[in-house]
């Protein structure tokens, strides 16, 4: 397994200011903007965004919108139908609960296509709790540098990765793993002649 110290020493060297790359203005757009990143880039995403977010100002529009229009709004998007019933449902569900998206997990993933890994997103992005996204950069660098096994569910491997990484820095530390995976660890053709971890890793 990589040397923890030698982990959080290279990230911080390399992604001191690595964040969530998703754009928003208000918690609930945060919120959409995660559900709508299923299988898409969050450069995609925020381009839909600004489409759909430029023309629904708020929940109540959003929630009184027509699904047409929310598709036309997100068609770049991959599953950008099922996408556009679901931002639709979550405006309905959020003005049920006073309009702002709650420091709840239990209620966040009953919203429509929010999971374990967009609840996690939005509670570390927006009240700062420890939480980790286990996405597939996560999931893919914390395999290959053995602080998960291959086999492991994502359950597993949250749990694993949430012992591994001290509180106080789960949330910058997911940040990083990502840009780490999107610039370097990539899925193909990974950087590895100049990766300074390549001792521990198992690629
Ligand atoms: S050696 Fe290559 S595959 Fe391994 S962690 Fe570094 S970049 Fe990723």
Redesign the pocket.
């Known amino acids: 397994m990589i040397n923890k110290e030698l982990f959080f020493s290279f990230l911080d060297e390399n992604y001191p200011d690595a964040h969530c790359e998703l754009t928003y203005k208000k918690d609930y757009e945060f919120l959409i903007a995660v559900m709508l990143s299923a299988q898409t880039t969050d450069k995609s995403v925020n381009k839909a965004t600004d489409i759909l977010f430029s023309r629904y100002k708020n929940l109540e529009q959003l929630a009184n919108a027509k699904l047409e229009d929310v598709e036309d709004c997100i068609k770049l998007l991959g599953m950008y139908k099922v996408k556009a019933k679901n931002v639709i449902g979550i405006a309905k569900e959020l003005i049920k609960v006073g309009g702002v998206v709650p420091n709840d997990p239990d209620f966040l993933v009953t919203l429509p296509g929010v999971g374990n890994k967009t609840k996690n997103c939005v509670l570390a992005e927006i009240y700062k709790e420890p939480f980790i996204a286990v996405d597939t950069h996560v999931q893919r660098?914390s395999k290959?540098?053995g602080i998960c096994k291959n086999n492991d569910s994502v359950e597993t491997m949250e749990k694993k990765l949430v012992k591994f990484i001290p509180e106080d820095r789960l949330i910058k530390t997911g940040h990083q793993i990502i840009w780490?995976g999107r610039r370097?660890?990539k899925a193909q053709s990974?950087?590895?002649e100049?990766?300074k971890?390549?001792g521990?890793?198992?690629?």
């Open positions: 660098i290959r540098l780490f370097m660890c990974p950087s590895c100049n990766c971890l390549c521990f890793c198992k690629k």
